[in-house]
């Protein structure tokens, strides 16, 4: 049982580049987020889905999309990147929506 | 909007001192309370939680209590170690709300 995964754990862009961060999980878990952490800022909410085919906007959607093909997976993907985008991406995952979410280990990116 | 406001850090003590991190929170209706911990390098983890009104939640000799009544969630341990070095986060999830509201985070420093 991995938990809730993240890839890469460390990525350095160039303003208007594209990527996917990934996330799975391989606990069941119906619910997942993406949040990003800034200093001074704690963790703002990025997208989540409630299951597979369903996603939601958090409160810090510009410039992300989602998408949830599958219960295991939930990538996040910037279309082109920005300086301000420049974070530390946390991936979580739990059973329901208000059930104990599990957090992945983090992507930090850096946007030149 | 549902708002957590913790003490800024870093807070800097020696081992076996007594730790305590202010929360307090804005929110309507009944929020759960959540305290999370953030080791170096890593994702975010579960410390504590409390689901409502004079509960104590409790792990790893850490323990906090929710106050109604001065809306506060106050974090608290006897004696530190030097391996309880770490950032806390205080969080709300409000009733029938997917989005943990997080606060920015206090840095514990714990020294020999």
């Known amino acids: 049982n991995a938990g809730v995964t993240q890839t890469p754990k460390f990525q350095v862009l160039k303003t208007g580049q594209s990527m996917t961060l990934q996330c799975a999980q391989d606990?069941?878990?119906?619910?997942m987020s993406w949040y990003r952490q800034d200093p001074g800022m704690g963790l703002r909410l990025i997208h989540y889905s409630v299951g597979a085919g369903i996603t939601d906007q958090g409160e810090v959607p510009n410039g992300y999309n989602v998408s949830r093909s599958t219960t295991e997976d939930f990538p996040l993907r910037l279309l082109s990147a920005a300086p301000s985008q420049t974070s530390v991406y946390f991936c979580?995952?739990?059973?329901?929506?208000?059930?104990?979410?599990?957090f992945g280990p983090g992507t930090r990116l850096l946007v030149l | 909007g549902d708002s957590v406001t913790q003490m800024e850090g870093p807070v800097t003590l020696s081992e076996e001192a007594f730790l305590t991190i202010n929360c307090t929170y804005t929110a309507t209706g009944y929020p759960s309370l959540f305290w999370y911990v953030q080791y170096p390098g890593e994702g975010l983890q579960l410390l504590l939680k409390a689901t409502k009104a004079d509960d104590k939640g409790s792990n790893k000799g850490f323990e906090a209590t929710y106050r109604k009544e001065t809306t506060s969630f106050h974090l608290e341990k006897g004696s530190v170690q030097v391996s309880d070095s770490a950032v806390y986060f205080c969080a709300l999830r409000n009733t029938g709300f997917q989005k943990l509201v997080f606060g920015t985070g206090t840095r514990l420093l714990v020294s020999p």
């Open positions: 979580a995952s739990s059973y329901g929506q208000q059930e104990t979410q599990y």
């Open positions: 606990m069941n878990h119906e619910y």
